[in-house]
Structures are given as structure tokens and as C-alpha cells.
């Protein structure tokens, strides 16, 4: 007997006694989550396939330890640049045994990775129509204060030639003598 199940976003092929890794779950060490995702059951021959999931239906498993996975490593190169650059990543992953393929049997700990326990703590926006936007948009452009008209005035006088100061008279520098060319020659007659 096994069941196809989809946990945090992935599928996997499991069976009664087998250990799986996936992606990090929020879930303690020893806790029993269960996983109702089945997508498809075989049991002895007999398949029945989900439309989208099985109803009734759920894999019952035990945390067994939260592992990293080996590093990768991430190099990057533009040759005849001078670009490199090394990055390491570990993937954070939960060890799971699957202990019962079958029927729920109470209510036990449902567990979700931790993207999807993050977006479903946030608080769902409001909606709003939207002429109500529209309105609010259109009296926040109404209490908008206005452009000082007192600064244009200012401005104005500076630029008026009766404000202008008359500019102090330069002298006007004294003519250079410059001796000519035929100054130092005399005629012959």
C-alpha cells in the first residue's frame, strides 16, 4: 500500500514504516502531523485517484529531527571582466516517518511549511470598492494646502529694476601703449 501526498508544495511517493524528507515544517521534534493531500491511493491493486485529493483520507506521520541538508555551492563568473563570486546555501529540511496511510482518526496537529503559516497569521485586507477610493483620493486633493502666493510676490520685487541696485562704475583700464611696427624703422629717402 501507497499513497501519492502533497506536502509544503511538493509530491511524494510514501509507505507505511518509510522515513521521507521535506522541506522544513513548522512542527517540533516528536510531534504527529498529519497530511491530508492524498492525491492517489494504491492499495493492493486497487488505485483510486483524487479529483484533486481523496477525500477521507489522510497519512499520519511522526517528526523525527530537523537536518540541513549538504552545502551547495554557487559560483559566478563573467570571464575577461574580473567578476567572481562564491555563495554556499544549506537547506533546511524536517525528517519525517510515515506511520498510517488511511481514514482520519481525530484531530491531530495539521502540518504546514513555514511560508504558509506566515501567510495565513497575517491579517486579510479589507476589501474596498472602488468609487470609495476614488472619493477619498479626490478630497485628499482638496485639503491640499495651496502654493504660497506671498513667495511669487517676493520673487517679483526682487526681479523689478527699481529694486536692482545700480551696478558701482568700473573705471576703464588704462590704454596700453603698444609701439607699432614702424616706430623703430626710418624711412630712406
Known amino acids: 500500500m501507497y499513497a501519492i501526498v502533497e506536502i509544503a508544495g511538493q509530491q511524494f511517493k510514501v509507505e ?13 521534534e516528536g510531534d504527529n502531523i498529519e497530511f491530508e493531500k492524498v492525491l492517489l491511493l494504491d492499495t493492493d491493486g486497487a488505485v483510486t485517484i483524487g479529483a484533486p485529493v481523496i477525500d477521507n483520507t489522510v497519512v499520519e506521520g511522526r517528526v523525527l529531527a530537523h537536518p540541513r541538508g549538504d552545502k551547495v555551492i554557487v559560483f559566478k563568473k563573467k570571464r575577461r ?4 563570486k562564491r555563495n554556499g546555501h544549506r537547506q533546511d529540511f ?10 482520519p482518526s481525530g484531530t491531530r496537529r495539521q502540518a504546514a511549511p513555514k511560508a504558509e503559516r506566515k501567510e495565513a497569521e497575517a491579517p486579510a485586507a479589507q476589501e474596498v ?20 502666493p506671498a513667495a511669487k510676490k517676493e520673487t517679483a520685487e526682487k526681479k523689478t529694476p527699481a529694486a536692482k541696485k545700480a551696478p558701482a562704475e568700473k573705471k576703464a583700464p588704462a590704454e596700453k601703449k603698444v609701439p607699432s611696427k614702424s616706430a623703430g624703422k626710418t624711412e630712406k629717402k
Not at 17 to 24: A, D, E, L, Q, S
Not at 94 to 103: A, D, K, P
Not at 129 to 148: D, I, L, N, R
Open 16 to 28: 507505511e514504516g518509510r522515513k521521507i524528507f521535506v522541506h522544513r515544517l513548522e512542527a517540533a
Open 81 to 84: 571582466k574580473g567578476y567572481q
Open 94 to 103: 524536517t525528517e519525517v516517518e510515515i506511520l498510517r496511510i488511511g481514514t
Open 129 to 148: 470598492p472602488a468609487e470609495a477610493v476614488k472619493a477619498e483620493a479626490k478630497s485628499e486633493v482638496k485639503k491640499a494646502p495651496a502654493k504660497k
